[in-house]
């Protein structure tokens, strides 16, 4: 009997200890609410982290890709080369010429210009009979997937009399991000739109860069081989 009045002491006393008692529902809704709201926080922050990642990167591959483009058209300007000695009227080897092109009106703004030149810029691979002398072409072809543009560039390492300006050489692609491309040539003190002189070269060329973010780079380039310059 003693033992069960013991126990049934000890069930009264953990009924009425107010330290022995669970957790009322209050706390327990008081509690969740606490870490969902850390919850939230940790995922913002790793979410917003996370975007400012892609954007620096985003940043980091456009400015790549405009260093790349600028560079390879400031090299090949800067470097162009025409020696009406090497042309005959039906055997043309050196060339700058430079084209303005525009959608159709009434479809866009934008501006697809095209050059074509020979220009001192030629990385020579060994065992080769080619010069430093090589014909390089920038211009846009239409997408076959779908709407838009790319940007092209052709490369033809040996100038003999058998292939025509403007034929033979290698294309590749190098990009589809470029909304306009527009390039100026100044001539004394003024600008031109387009360069069909044969015999001499711009003293300064003018780029226009737009991209599909609408990013706009700008940049003159001085012909180092121009008469004059």
Known sequence: MNRISDCENRIEQRKINPQLKGFTLLEVLIAIAIMAGIVTVIYSTFFTAGNNVQQAEEIRDTTDLVRTLVSKLSND??????????????????????????????TQKSRFDELYLTTLTNWRRPGSKETDLWEVGYYFKEKLDGPGRIMMRREKRELNKDVPVLEGGVEYELTDRVESLQLRYKSGTTWLDEWNISTTLPKVVEITLLLDDGSVYVTEVQVLNATGA
């Open 77 to 106: 300007i800067a470097n162009a080369y025409v020696n009406t000695g090497m042309n005959a009227p039906n055997a043309q080897l050196t060339i700058f010429l430079g084209k303005k092109v525009q959608p159709p009106a009434g």
